[in-house]
């Protein structure tokens, strides 16, 4: 114990030697720059002997030296000494052949695809099972019963009940579920809950036991999303690990699409209908719970438990070489004992509080908290969770309804591709600026659609084309960017809390959506209901255009120096610099305008490198 001690004392001396030791408490920053930075050559070949010597790993003393001085200079190995060159043709190919990466590793990435169109499957069963079920239940929501205001406020509760249970409780288990059970076992878990609560639901034989069964699922939907994308991210190598991250809310939007087939295929089969639309959820989520264990646990939690050895040989697995494996597994040695050092022995509940205290993290969760409540704002999931209801208030058959749901869901998936390449591009900001007042009126263009009379027979076909336009803007914007948005602005040291947060705040906000829409639709009509979030996309609109700071290609160190500039500044530069400038040079043309910065990069010494959605 004491020679564990001694050793992790005298590397983190020596590193204090090169750089000051972060405060957390009065550091705005929260910065962890690359924990090898600035240390000599002889020093870090004697501290990794150090470590090698106390993880009693020194038969692979030779790869972790040679990988760790590859990760103080990632740039420079071709000028490393002790690389040969077989390790410099590793690293070579390492950049120019991304995709070739070892079987473990695609399992993992397939695994991670799967748990999100589970996610998405569970949250469409119950659009086409709402056009059955209140009628077996005997809560129609229909205006012609007489308990009909009664009636979808239940319907909307049952809708909403896993969204309740995972921002309430589901969301906030990840921490302690993964501190327990590791990151495999905690989605061998929620997978699990949402197999077992869909077949429920599926068995359900009053509206209560539908609405339970709903809950468990959502405790189930809640830990999954906070835990997948970060155990594909420290999974994966950085050349791969933005799209994974960005991939989750496509294969999400493809969890959705089967949810539409599968309403589809099976709205014919009689009275039990819903039952199957319901349960059929499960179908995804088994291959989920078999595979898991398939797939090696995530070296970065293994390391945090101790169990060097274990994650050197999970490393091995998910790298192409001992040497990719040496460096990452060193490299984040490091980082943890920078973690370690930043937030010791901080409890559950004083990280949660320091989302909100810390300068730099709060402006961080004001940041996500924006970017997330705006997925709901936008009116994305009426379409989601009521498509269906929505196209029968239009004067579709239920066969029809179904189809233009169908072709709603395969329109999001498909739009979701382009994100891949633009949110780096044009950038996370800049997307939602442009798709939110266009998201607005091809809403608010689908609600007058209503008002055309339903003997013409341009309604019911313009009602879908404006949703489906509607779903075109959505899903390169404001589908993927809050997740990768999300995911990189929080600090190492609140990565798992922050994203706790961000994924709560989504979920609530999407079960009081779900829960008042039904009610909404009755009191406003279809068109007053597309009408209010219409204005709802352009009151995000604003939110964003003043709360939310661009992050695209930006390292750690410029992260913390975005986030280090106070909100009120933030606003008062897009108030009265930018939203000047762009009056007078995109609307008024005046060529000879020029755009002051808000950040001076040049002031920021970045020794860590850019890595597309990862939460750095």
């Known amino acids: 114990m004491s020679t564990h001690k001694s050793n992790e004392d005298s590397e983190r001396a020596s590193t204090e030697e090169y750089r000051e030791q972060p405060d957390f408490a009065n550091n705005v920053n929260a910065k962890i720059q690359n924990p090898l930075h600035g240390i000599s050559h002889d020093k870090l070949l004697a501290q990794v002997e150090a470590f ?18 590859l990760a103080q200079n990632p740039g420079k190995f071709e000028s490393i000494k002790e690389l040969d060159e077989s390790d410099k043709e590793v690293i070579r190919r390492e950049k120019t052949h991304k995709w070739s990466q070892p079987r473990a590793m695609y399992m993992t990435v397939i695994l991670c695809s799967v748990a999100a169109a589970v996610q998405g499957w569970d949250q469409t069963g119950s659009n086409g099972a709402n056009l059955s079920f209140p009628k077996e239940f005997n809560i129609d929501p229909s205006a012609g019963d007489p308990n009909a205001s009664r009636n979808q406020w239940i319907v909307g509760l049952i809708n909403s009940a896993p969204y309740i249970s995972s921002c309430l409780l589901g969301c906030w288990l990840t921490d302690p579920l993964n501190n327990f059970f590791g990151r495999r076992g905690t989605i061998f878990i929620t997978g699990i809950f949402c197999t077992l609560s869909v077949i429920g639901s599926g068995l359900a034989q009053t509206w209560p036991q539908l609405f339970i069964c709903r809950l468990l699922l959502g405790i189930g939907m809640g830990a999954k999303a906070s835990t997948v994308p970060v155990y594909a991210a420290e999974n994966t190598p950085a050349s791969i690990r933005g799209g994974l991250v960005m991939s989750w809310q496509m294969w999400t939007a493809f969890g959705i699409f089967l949810g539409f087939c599968a309403n589809l295929a099976l709205y014919q089969v009689g009275t039990i209908a819903w039952r199957l639309q319901l349960g059929s959820a499960f179908l995804p989520a088994i291959p989920l719970v078999v595979g898991i ?29 001992e040497l990719q494996a040496a460096r990452d597994l060193y490299y984040i040695h490091r980082q943890l004992m920078e973690e370690k050092a930043v937030i010791g022995g901080t409890s559950y509940v004083s990280r949660f509080t320091e989302l909100f205290t810390v300068p730099r993290v709060r402006r961080a969760t004001l940041a996500s ?45 498909v739009f979701a591709f382009p994100a891949v390449w633009t949110i780096d591009t044009f950038g996370r900001r800049n997307l939602l600026l442009f798709t939110f007042p266009n998201m607005a009126w091809t809403l608010l263009a689908a609600g007058f659609c209503f008002l055309i009379p339903a003997a013409n027979h341009a309604r019911i076909p313009l009602v879908a084309f404006f949703i489906f336009v509607f779903a075109a803007f959505y899903s390169p914007g404001e589908g993927p960017v809050p997740f990768t948005y999300s995911a990189e602005v929080f600090p190492l040291t609140h990565r798992e809390m922050g994203m706790s947060w961000a994924v709560a705040t989504c979920l609530f906000w999407a079960s009081v959506l779900s829960l008042t829409f039904p009610r909404l639709l009755a009191a406003l009509s279809p068109t007053g209901a597309f009408g209010f979030y219409a204005g709802l996309n352009m009151v995000a609109f604003v939110m964003i255009f003043f709360l939310m700071p661009e992050t695209k290609q930006r390292t750690l160190e410029e992260l913390d120096f975005v986030f280090a500039v106070p909100t009120s500044r933030h606003v008062s530069y897009q108030a009265k610099t930018f939203l ?36 750095h």
């Open 580 to 615: 000047p400038y762009f009056v007078k040079r995109w609307i008024l043309l005046r060529k000879n305008q020029t755009l002051e910065p808000l950040y001076n990069f040049d002031e920021v010494d970045s020794v860590t490198v850019f890595e597309k959605g990862v939460g």
């Open 369 to 413: 908290f924006v970017v997330m409540i705006a997925q709901q704002m936008c009116g994305i999931n009426i379409i989601a969770f009521y498509s269906s209801t929505i196209f029968v208030e239009a004067g579709y058959s239920t066969r029809s309804a179904l189809l233009a749901s169908f072709g709603f869901g395969l329109v999001n998936w």
């Open 293 to 321: 264990f398939f797939c090696p646990e995530s070296p970065r939690w293994l390391m945090k438990k101790g169990q060097y050895r274990n994650a050197y040989n999970s490393f091995k697995r998910l790298r192409n070489s």
């Open 52 to 69: 090698a010597q106390e993880q009693d790993m020194k038969d692979i003393l030779t790869f972790l030296q040679k990988g760790a001085l």
